[in-house]
Every structure is written in C-alpha cells, then in structure tokens.
C-alpha cells in the first residue's frame, strides 16, 4: 500500500495502540488536535484520555514522566513537538534515560521512545529546523534513528516502540508530505542499528539520511545521464552506527562522500568519515569527503537564506562529479 511518511506514522503508532495496551503517548496538543502535525489525530476518542496525554508546554516533564511510565511497566511515546523543543528536556534524556540501566546494573530499562520532527526545508525557522541527531547520537544508552522512508518508518517504529531501551525517533518534516513508497502488509519490523543501500553504484558511494538522502538520490539519477554510476546508502541509524554495511559499501567503490544538513563541523557525517578513514583506508582512492550545513548558529526563516543553509541536490550532484574525476 502506498503511504506519505506522515501517514506511515500515523498507521504504525496506531496499530501498536491496537496491538499493546501498554502503548501511550504523551504531548503537546497530541490529544483533541492531534497533534501540530495531525499524527495522532481521532488517538484520544479511540484509546480515551489515559493513553493519549496532552501535556502542558513543558518538555522536561513530558519526558521525566514518560521515564516513570516507562519504569513502571507502560510503553510511552513522548512527542516532542519539534525536536529543537526537546533541549530544556536534554537532562531528563540523556541524564536519566540514557543512564539508568548502566546505573542500575542493568536491573531496568526504559523502554520509551521519543518522536522529534526534525530538519528544514519548510521555512520553520528558528525553534523549529534545527538538526540534533549528533547531540543525542553522541550518549551511549540512547538509540538515534532516522528513518526517511514510509517503509523504513514503518519497520523501524515498530521496533523502536518494543525495544526495551529508550529511541530517539527522528522525523524529517520535510519529508512528512513529500515523500511517498510501499509499505507492505503484515507486521514485521526493521531491525535499529542497519543501514541499506538504496541505490546500487559502480563509481562512488554516497551517505546520506533523512532529506538528504533523497536530495542524494535524485543527484545520482542526474549522474547517470552523464555516464557516473553512484551508490547512495541509507544510513538511517546514527546508533547503533551499522559499520559492517558502510564500510563495505565504502571499499567497493573508493571514493566516499558523506551528506547531511546539520552544521558541518562535529555532525554525524564527521564520525561516518572517520571510521571510513579508519577501517576502509586501503581501499580508498580518494579522500572521504563531507557536504554539511554552514557554521551559523540556526536555521534562518527567509527562504533565501535557508536555501543558502541546505545543501541541494545541485550542490550535492557537483561534489559528486568532483569525487568521481579525483
């Protein structure tokens, strides 16, 4: 069945309602309205108000309290209405979430998934653009996925719903609406922590996540007009890092080139590169090279300057003739 991103999260969040009456969620208009996004919209007239939670503007206590539900047996989805929100609740994440099975000698866990819209690309601006994943991805104890696909959501919430550890679930918004795909039937799951490859190539090989992926999807079909075979890889789980898949995709080609949208320096891309550098380095005949945001401190408003921060396919298809002429 063909579904938007937006509605491959509603369908997966709804059927592990149906399925787990452990399931709950808690935020910020996620109740009558439905959520900014309309995510959750008709969850509180099915499942009543005890499972679906409109919080006040408060994301400290949405988590701190999903972590008590957690520990207390439930399944909860604390939803942060955009993931630039979720900063004042940094604490309870990665202070508590993250530490609390190390802590206790993994005696509990807290299995607790926290849903982030995330990235630009639709003039949100300040407080409501910005890329977080290598903040988070950074904390041992927490998973960071970012699936970007219909199928790849489908499959990956589920598993982030009954993993028994807390998720942090990236959802691009840009993508939420524009991307569409095949979501089969049935009730399987994508295992966290794997990469795939997208798209089969010969000359380099392309990493990517979120909208990025797609912007690198498109620059290789442009590509291929011109006789350059690329591989694009979805990365899509920054933790667990999947190494096996990225590092052999990046020795069959050579020549390695990393995409993301957060701020260049210190981002997520940074650690893919090294360890291709590190575990790929006699395979490689070119430097492992990086397409990342600009160092300003946010995402700006006015659309020619977000179209300045974000790297385009244009600009993502000429670093792709250049890596491949190296």
């Known amino acids: 069945m063909e579904k938007t991103n937006v509605q491959a999260v509603h369908d997966t969040l709804l059927e592990e309602f149906r399925r787990d009456e452990r399931v709950m969620i808690l935020g910020e208009d996620v109740g009558k309205r439905g959520g900014v996004f309309r995510v959750t919209e008709g969850f509180s007239e099915e499942f009543g108000?005890?499972?679906?939670?409109?919080?006040?503007?408060?994301?400290?206590?949405?988590?701190?309290?999903?972590?008590?539900?957690?520990?207390?047996?439930?399944?909860?989805?604390a939803e942060m209405q955009f993931a630039d929100f979720s900063t004042p609740a940094f604490d309870q994440i990665v202070q508590e979430a993250a530490r609390i099975r190390y802590r206790s000698n993994g005696q509990w866990g807290v299995p607790m998934v926290v849903r982030m819209p995330w990235g630009g690309g639709v003039r949100g601006g300040f407080y409501h653009s910005q890329s977080l994943e290598a903040f988070y991805a950074h904390v041992p104890g927490l998973k960071v996925v970012a699936p970007s696909t219909p199928r790849d959501i489908t499959g990956?919430?589920?598993?982030?719903?009954?993993?028994?550890?807390?998720?942090?679930?990236?959802?691009?918004?840009?993508?939420?609406?524009?991307?569409?795909?095949?979501?089969?039937?049935?009730?399987?799951?994508?295992?966290?922590?794997?990469?795939?490859?997208?798209?089969?190539?010969?000359?380099?090989?392309?990493?990517?996540?979120?909208?990025?992926?797609?912007?690198?999807?498109r620059a290789a079909e442009a590509l291929a007009a011109d006789g350059i075979s690329a591989a694009v890889v979805d990365?899509?789980?920054?933790?667990?890092?999947?190494?096996?898949?990225?590092?052999?995709?990046?020795?069959?080609?050579?020549?390695?080139?990393?995409?993301?949208?957060?701020?260049r320096l210190f981002g997520a891309g940074a650690e893919i590169a090294a360890l291709i550098a590190e575990e790929a380095f006699d395979d490689l005949d070119a430097p492992v090279m990086r397409i990342g945001g600009p160092e300003a401190p946010a995402m700006p408003f006015n659309k020619p300057q977000e179209d300045a921060f974000m790297p385009s396919p244009e600009l993502i298809g000429d670093k792709m003739r250049a890596l491949a002429a190296y």
């Open 49 to 77: 108000t005890d499972r679906v939670l409109d919080t006040p503007l408060a994301e400290s206590s949405i988590v701190g309290v999903a972590i008590g539900l957690a520990l207390a047996g439930m399944r909860p989805i």
């Open 235 to 263: 990365v899509r789980s920054l933790r667990p890092l999947d190494a096996a898949t990225i590092v052999r995709e990046a020795r069959k080609t050579g020549k390695c080139l990393v995409v993301y949208e957060d701020n």
């Open 156 to 217: 990956m919430l589920r598993s982030a719903i009954r993993d028994e550890d807390p998720v942090i679930f990236l959802e691009h918004k840009a993508t939420y609406r524009g991307v569409k795909g095949e979501v089969p039937e049935g009730d399987w799951t994508i295992p966290l922590g794997t990469a795939e490859v997208k798209r089969e190539g010969t000359d380099i090989t392309v990493f990517a996540y979120g909208l990025m992926l797609h912007h690198c999807l």
